[in-house]
């Protein structure tokens, strides 16, 4: 049994201490089993660099992305501005999260309710931690494995995020080849827009069967996904295919907890 | 020019101005239906985009074939405006090439302006081709954002006709130039020389071969043809998708600024939530009456430039060819939401005007332009955004639309109200208490 620490802001507070970065785990990452994966193997990168970091628990509130892509201002405001509210109160300054939906809420629709936070995706936040020297990543058992990566919409176009998440992926020595549609074409998982919580509109084709179909065209032997509705939507994808014994799909933070055996 | 053809040359201009410029101002007015958005950009912002997007076809450039052709056309388009003046002042004044003979003739400038028409005649040849290659892909090629429902009727007619005005401008371009030439080689003395162009001058020897009355017939056909399609083209464009000649410009400059990702925040729910959470916080004193409206159900309810965009649209279906709705077989194509509102502007402004600013026809845009499948279709995923190669956001106004199903009509798929009441009840979309967010630690460490 190992020991990883998760700090709680309430707690440190209580000591009278503040951590350098809070990360969000947003409601993916806190409740669905698939992305709690992805949160543990972020928090075991977060512990093995010694990084000083945070997680509100039980005061972190949804972002609010769903409710207001809906349309539903209401609900979105309330929870933005709890969110705020509590942030504030921390005074927290940095925050990194794994969810690019929590992340472009956090980083472009707080400020103007008067959250004002930096705010970085967990693919520049370890981009960032390898550059610095700080984080070492080894090929480990992916090395010379085909990986595909898929882009996130909120990510990409909504932030012109591309490079980070791939910057990741050459460390783990391994060949990433590129979907035709990639980068700003990538075509959208099918999640977004509060779709993930409600059944598809009729037509021929779900999106996320359509996104796997490009996957599997070039072959990988993993997609990379840096989103949890991403994650989802292309385990699914490929479950429907019957290739999840030969296809895998991981997280970023996965990757790279992975391959250094964390 | 006798005098005869001046009097008719004026009162087709002035008539064809006196009517472009009548409905300039109702397009105007419809566009300002729209309620009142401040645009958050600085100059800079402002001119860079401009230069890059809408001189510079920046996004075009995505698909380099097609940008190339549509270039030819776009750089063939500026550069005759130059040979058009000088039609107009010619026009008016019953002069015969007036930039070449009295202000350019004998020095570099007469060098200028041969190398300008010259220029004008190479690239008309261009645009030839390239318009009979616009044709065939249109109607034979059946590329698939050319052949959605969305373009039935008038729209296919309307991309049809202006390629056809296109060659018919290019043919008047030639007899004129042509006709010209040939008339300068029949008769030097009569004719004075002004300039030679590099194709007419090719042309203008078989030509001259011909009785000088029919080649005189030519040059006039060329020239009145000329400039009749120039004012039939104008009078015509405010109907067409062609309108974005003129409005990708002012659409470009006043491009939104933030990232793709963020949406327009509701300053009122915003200060209503904000009351529910502190109601002794003293109010801010706002002389500005934000309006309560909840979203869009109507052009007049969506902002000023979303209306804009609208009449910007080229209809080219770039967007909707990367939307991942419409690629999966959804109602849903983000032009179509561009031309909907378009059509229901003009059919609302319409009323409006004839019948008074309270005209209802028992119409909305959302529902009877745009349905709700359409919208609950979308992701979000700012696909067509990216893809637009005049910056319009189809998106800005599906989620307003949305808004308006959500907050005023209370119209919302089952799962989205449980969604909403388990985000009110336990701040996530799952029904999970607040109390379980760190349920993952324990496995972390087991
Ligand atoms: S944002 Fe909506 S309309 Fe635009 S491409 Fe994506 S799904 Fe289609
Ligand atoms: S919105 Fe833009 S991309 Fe879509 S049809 Fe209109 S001009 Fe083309």
Redesign the pocket.
Known sequence: MSDYKVPVMAELAAEGKAPEVLFWVGCAGSFDQRAQSVTMAFVKILNNLNIDFAVLGPEEACSGDPARRAGNEFVFQMLAQQNIATLNMYNVKKIVTACPHCFNTLKNEYPELGGNYEVVHHSTFLQQLINDGKLKVEGGEFKGKKITFHDS?YLGRANDIYEAPRAILEKLDAELVEMKKCKTKGL?CGAG?AQMFKEDEPGNLRINEERTNQALEVQPDFIAVACPFCNTMMTDGVKGKDKQDSIKVFDLAEFVAKANKY | MGILQQIIFAILAIGSFYFVSKKVKEIYQNIMMGQKETITSDNAFRLKKTLLVAFGQQKMFKRPIAALLHLVIYVSFVITQIELLEIIIDGFLGTHRILYFSLLKGNFLGDLYTFVVSSIEILSLLTFFVTIAFLWRRNMLKLPRFTKSELLGWPRKDANLILIFEIMLIFFIFCMNTGDKALQLIDPEKHHETGNFVLSTLLAPSLATLPEMFVHFIERLGWWGHIIMVFVFLNYLPYSKHLHVVLAFPNVYFSRPEPAGHITNMAHIQKEVASMFNPDAVQEETNEETPMIFGAKDVHELSWKSLLEAYTCTECGR?TA?????LTGKK?S?RK?MMDTRDRMEDLAKGRREHGPDFKDNKLLLGDYITKEELR?????????EECPVNIS??GI?VELRRNLIMEQSDSPNEWNNMFSNLENNQAPWQFSPQDRLNWVSELNG
Request: some cysteine; hydrophobic content about 40%.
């Open positions: 919409c959208c827009g | 967007c990367m939307c991942p709705a419409n849903l983000p939401i279709a979308c992701t979000t995923c700012n696909a067509c955004v189809p998106l599906i």
